[in-house]
């Protein structure tokens, strides 16, 4: 009986965070302005790291939750550097 119920959690939030994958992916490419486009890719990192964490909790394996944490490191590496690039328009100083 549990693992029915974790099986459909985990196919239910493959499918929600795939589908918030595809809206800010529009968000990403089509943003008005070079900030939302920025908290689009933010969104973005911080998603696919959640899949893969979920891909990992459905199979069992740990290598989604390596790769999952390089993906987490380096979206906050390219969000900071990106909105230190807008704020100030250099990245390295």
Same mark, same amino acid.
């Given at each position: 009986?549990?693992?029915?119920?974790?099986?459909? &959690? /985990?196919?239910?939030?493959?499918?929600?965070?795939?589908? &918030?994958? &595809?809206?800010?992916?529009?968000?990403?490419?089509?943003?008005?302005?070079?900030?939302?486009?920025? %908290?689009? %890719?933010?969104?973005?990192?911080?998603?696919?790291?959640? %899949?893969?964490? /979920?891909?990992?909790?459905?199979?069992?394996?740990?290598?989604?939750?390596?790769?999952? %944490?390089?993906?987490?490191?380096?979206?906050? /590496?390219?969000?900071?550097?990106? &909105?230190?690039?807008?704020?100030?328009?250099?990245?390295?100083?």
């Amino acid at each position: 009986m549990s693992t029915i119920i974790i099986l459909t &959690a /985990v196919s239910l939030a493959q499918l929600m965070l795939t589908i &918030a994958i &595809a809206i800010l992916s529009v968000r990403m490419f089509y943003g008005p302005r070079a900030q939302d486009r920025i %908290l689009g %890719l933010d969104a973005l990192y911080v998603n696919s790291m959640l %899949l893969l964490s /979920v891909f990992g909790i459905g199979t069992g394996k740990t290598v989604y939750f390596e790769a999952s %944490l390089v993906i987490a490191l380096l979206g906050f /590496v390219g969000s900071v550097s990106m &909105a230190k690039f807008l704020m100030r328009g250099e990245v390295i100083e």
